[in-house]
Each structure stands twice: as C-alpha cells, then as structure tokens.
C-alpha cells in the first residue's frame, strides 16, 4: 500500500484506524469512540454514525437469522426451545461482534465521502 494511502475500509473497520492516519486510535471504549486521534489530531467527536449502525445490523442480521429459523423450521420442525437456544445466542453474539465494525467502517466513510448535516445556503 502506498504511503498515505488509506487503509482498505475493512481492515480500518476490523482494526478501529483513524480514517486520516491509520493509526488504532478510533475507540476509547468497546463502542465509543475516542475524542480525537492521538496521532494526527483528527476530531472523532465530529462522526454523527448516530443509529446506522444498528440500522444496517437489524436488517442484515435479522434477515439472516429469520431465514435460517425458516429452514431449520420447515425441515425439522424442533420444539419452540430448539428455535430460542439456536437463533437467540447467534444473534446476540453477531450484533456484539460486528456493531464495533460497523460503526468504525461509518465514521470512514464518512470522513472519506466529507459528509456531514445538510445545510440551506
């Protein structure tokens, strides 16, 4: 990769990069996003990824799980218990492992696209 060229959005995303320098500063928290970049400075309090996160996750996700609980249905047909012990730790496991991912890969696109709130001029 040449030098100052970012990252690939899914390896700034799985290892929380700063969308400017690359260095792993996005997080202080497991979900919250630091002030600022400890390296370049770059003000993270700026991102608005707001729900979208959550958003993305729900429909992907959900989709995923509901179409599986639809198979595993059809062709087995388990007790309504079977349905909860599956699809209820999937679930929860996907959404605490990819909600990090999604929020970081957020706040790259949107410091690489210059977003931000719409204005009237």
């Known amino acids: 990769m040449p030098e100052g060229a970012p990252a690939p959005l899914f390896v700034q ?3 929380g ?5 690359g260095a792993p ?8 996003f630091a ?3 400890s390296r370049c400075s770059l003000d993270f309090s700026a991102f ?3 729900d979208g996160a959550a958003a993305f996750l729900t429909l992907g996700i959900g989709t995923i799980v509901t179409i599986l609980g639809i198979v595993v249905e059809l062709a087995y047909q388990p007790p309504w218990w079977v349905h909860v012990a599956l699809w209820l730790p999937l679930t929860l496991v996907s959404v605490t492992i990819t909600t990090r991912w999604t929020k970081a890969a957020l706040a790259a696109l949107e410091w690489r696209n210059g977003a931000g709130e719409g204005r009237l001029k």
Do not use: E, I, Y
């Open 48 to 50: 608005n990824v707001g």
């Open 13 to 15: 995303a799985t290892r």
């Open 35 to 37: 002030d600022r970049c």
């Open 25 to 32: 500063s996005l997080f202080a928290g497991v979900l919250r």
């Open 17 to 21: 990069l700063c969308p400017r320098c």
